[in-house]
């Protein structure tokens, strides 16, 4: 049985969340705000997080980024805002998707299960992905380069995976879409510059040779050179 995180100061959203989530076979562990919420990350088998953005004290998007120096865990973010820079800046914060409320059983139903589908498949085929002096981590879901490693979130992961199996091809922002999300759905296509701007900041700090590799192809897509 998959566990499901679920953090959200108001008590009517997490009983409704765990409602429609538990008659599909899931586990719920309810907090009602992200400090507690990065304690069960810390000390339990967390398979996804669902998160709330607008919380007191500490607030969606810094509970986020905190789940992701601890863990690659998925997380998917709660919000009542329509607002595509505040959508953004949730895939900004590691992200790796979001439902805008309201939403039905349907909706959040579909979009925990393909994230929990790929994750289910990366453990069935755990070989690393090797190119040059890069390597691609499934344990870890991290990136390494020489002695350098990079953690990335589930979505940067899969696009960095489509990308580096498939050397100088150029993939279309739609295609990578597909592959990382594994629908189309819902997902705004602009998620992808999102999730790549975020993997160019990352591969920057770390003093991997970001221009060399990570390549935009203008009016097209993205490609791994």
Known sequence: MRTILLIDDEHRMLDLLELFLEPHGFKCIKVDNGKKGLEIVEKEKVSLVLLDVMMPDMDGWEVCKKIHELSAVPVIMLTAR??????????????????????????????????LRRTTNDEVDNSNVVYGDFILNRDSYSLHYKNVEVQLTLKEFYIIKTLITHPKRTFTREQLLHTAWDYNTFTDIRTVDSHIRNLREKLKAAGFPLNDFLLTVWGIGYKWN
Do not use: C, H, W
């Open 82 to 115: 329509s607002d595509k820079s505040d959508l953004v800046k949730g895939l900004e914060f590691g992200a790796d998707d979001y439902i805008t409320k309201p939403f039905d059983e349907r909706e959040l139903v579909a979009r925990v299960n393909a994230l």
